[in-house]
Each structure stands twice: as structure tokens, then as C-alpha cells.
């Protein structure tokens, strides 16, 4: 399996977003490098769909010299815009939507006109219902996305939100290590970067093997890698 890194920057009070989602930027200027060096050393970039919907990230390395790995989307429902900056002319060509072994083909289709590859892959029940819903949902399973990672020989995948994506990989003790920029702001209600992990007793928490902590501008940055 790829090597997993899972790269977020939060308030102090843990949050990844405000209340209506925004995000943009809650960390400082040297921290924003400090993601372009993480995209730089990973062979891929995954995000939810989520994240493009509200973000519309370009998922590019541009603060710092460097060739932009390979950008993957988790999509189970397609529900990607044919404008989405990921699906752009100069960038589509190195863009994954992973998606349903179901997607409609019509969809399919439009979004690898643009150049982009639609990978489908089967769905596993998750039990973090969608908005409006009552009912666990199905999702693209993440260790069959990996698998397929592993047999394209791609070695490391950063993952950069948003809180669903990240719940899901933790969840599944699918993270080998997690960076936190942590900024010196507080926003109160907002969005928090992990949702329910099952963990009822405090011997489940997810523990590290190692880490360290450092200054990174105004923010300060956790690195760890996970215990397993
Ligand atoms: N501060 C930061 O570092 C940072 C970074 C990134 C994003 N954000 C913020 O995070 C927010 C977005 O987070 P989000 O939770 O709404 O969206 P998200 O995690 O980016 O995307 C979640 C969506 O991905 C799809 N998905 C497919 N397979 C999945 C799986 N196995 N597990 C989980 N999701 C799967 C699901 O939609 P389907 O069911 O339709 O497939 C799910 O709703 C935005 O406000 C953004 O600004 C902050």
C-alpha cells in the first residue's frame, strides 16, 4: 500500500473551516510553502470531492520549485464540475476521479473528454450518513483504491481534506502520518477535521510512534507518524 500522509491546517480550537466551509487561509504564508513541499515529495494528491466543491483547489506545486504529482478526486456520485480546476485543459491529463463501478456512462464519458481518467472502483458502506439522511452510505472503498495505487507503483499519496475523507482513512487506520499546522486563531463553530472514529475508551485513541513539533511563521506544525 502507498504510504499515507494526511496534511491539515486547523485553528487552535481544531477547526479545519468555518461555520459556511471557508478555509482559505486559515494558516500563514510559510505554512502555504510548507504544502507545496508536501505535494512536491508525495507521488499524489487526494482530496474529496467535498473539498472541490468548496475549494476548487488546483492541487498544483507553485511556491516552490517542483513537478506536480498526480491529482486524485474521491467521487463516488460524479458529482465533479466539468469547470472544476483539477479537470482544467493543462491539468486534466493528471487527474483521477475515483468513482462507482456504477457511474452513469454519459458522466463518465464527459469527464474523460476533458482528459481525466475516471477510475471505478467498488463502493463499501459507510456509516457516516450523507447530509439528510438517516441511513449509513455507500462510499468508494479506499483500500481498493489503494490496491490500485500500489499496482501503478505510486509509493505516497498526500491527502489534504476534507473532514469526511480524512474521518474515513483514520477510521480504516489507513494514515501512516499526520501533519497539523496549527494557526493562532479561534473561530469557534465551524468544521472540525475528524468526525466519529468509534473510539469510546481512550486505549483506542489513534496514538503516535514518534513526532515532532516546530515553529513553521506564526503557526506551529505537529508531524507524526501513527502507531500501527
Ligand atoms: N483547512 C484545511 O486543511 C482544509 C483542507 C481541505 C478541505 N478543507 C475544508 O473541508 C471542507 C470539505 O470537507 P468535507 O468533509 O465536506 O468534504 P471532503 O472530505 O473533501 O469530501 C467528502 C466527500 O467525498 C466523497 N467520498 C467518496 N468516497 C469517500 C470515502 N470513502 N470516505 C469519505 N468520503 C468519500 C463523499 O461524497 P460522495 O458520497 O458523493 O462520494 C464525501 O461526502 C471544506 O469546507 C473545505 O474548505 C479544509
Redesign the pocket.
Known amino acids: 500500500m502507498p504510504l499515507v500522509t494526511v496534511?491539515?491546517?486547523?485553528t487552535l480550537d481544531g477547526r479545519?473551516?468555518t461555520s459556511t466551509?471557508?478555509?482559505?487561509w486559515?494558516s500563514g504564508d510559510s505554512s502555504l510553502k510548507l504544502a507545496h513541499e508536501l505535494r512536491r515529495d508525495h507521488r499524489a494528491i487526494m482530496?474529496?470531492?467535498?473539498?472541490?466543491l468548496?475549494?476548487d483547489p488546483r492541487l498544483t506545486v507553485r511556491l516552490v520549485e517542483g513537478i506536480d504529482p498526480l491529482r486524485i478526486v474521491?467521487?463516488?456520485?460524479l458529482?465533479i464540475p466539468l469547470t472544476a480546476r483539477v479537470l482544467s485543459e493543462d491539468r486534466a491529463a493528471n487527474t483521477i476521479v475515483?468513482t462507482a463501478e456504477s457511474a452513469g456512462p454519459a458522466r463518465v464519458d464527459q469527464i474523460r473528454r476533458l482528459g481525466a481518467e475516471v477510475l471505478r472502483l467498488p463502493l463499501?458502506a459507510?456509516q457516516?450518513p450523507?447530509r439528510g439522511s438517516a441511513t449509513p452510505?455507500a462510499?468508494?472503498?479506499?483500500n481498493a483504491l489503494f490496491a490500485e495505487l500500489d499496482r501503478r507503483e505510486v509509493q505516497s499519496v498526500l491527502v489534504?481534506?476534507?473532514?469526511?475523507?480524512?474521518?474515513?482513512?483514520l477510521k480504516q487506520r489507513l494514515v501512516d502520518r499526520l501533519v497539523v499546522v496549527i494557526a493562532p486563531k479561534i473561530i469557534g463553530a465551524g468544521?472540525e477535521?475528524a468526525g466519529n472514529l468509534g473510539v469510546r475508551d481512550l486505549t483506542e485513541a489513534i496514538t503516535f510512534s514518534s513526532f515532532e513539533t516546530r515553529r513553521s511563521g506564526e503557526d506551529l506544525v505537529f508531524d507524526g507518524q501513527i502507531r500501527k
Open positions: 496534511k491539515i491546517a486547523q479545519i473551516a466551509g471557508q478555509s482559505q486559515i482530496v474529496g470531492i467535498g473539498t472541490v468548496t475549494d474521491v467521487d463516488s456520485r458529482r475515483a463499501a459507510d457516516t450523507r452510505t462510499r468508494v472503498e479506499l489534504e481534506g476534507g473532514a469526511s475523507l480524512i474521518t474515513s482513512l468544521i477535521w
